[in-house]
């Protein structure tokens, strides 16, 4: 199974996060704190994640990898 990344210095934070949206499993979450959901970027939780890649292909930013 393929393993999803997000590299939070390549991520813009935007609380409307297009891979998040897209997830059919909602496994990218905010990373806790911040003003607003994402201020701090966002993690996988891997036990949800199925390695589908969806979330890689709709990221502008290239901040989420598969591995």
């Known amino acids: 199974?393929?393993?999803i990344a997000i590299d939070n210095t390549r991520c813009d934070r935007s609380p409307g996060c297009p891979s998040r949206r897209?997830?059919?499993?909602g496994a990218i979450v905010p990373v806790e704190g911040?003003?607003?959901?994402?201020?701090?970027?966002?993690?996988v939780?891997?036990?949800?994640?199925?390695g589908c890649g969806i979330c890689a292909r709709v990221c502008a930013g290239g901040a989420v990898s598969i591995g």
């Open 34 to 43: 911040g003003h607003y959901p994402g201020a701090h970027g966002y993690r």
């Open 1 to 3: 199974m393929s393993t």
């Open 45 to 50: 939780i891997e036990d949800r994640c199925t």
């Open 22 to 25: 897209v997830c059919p499993q």
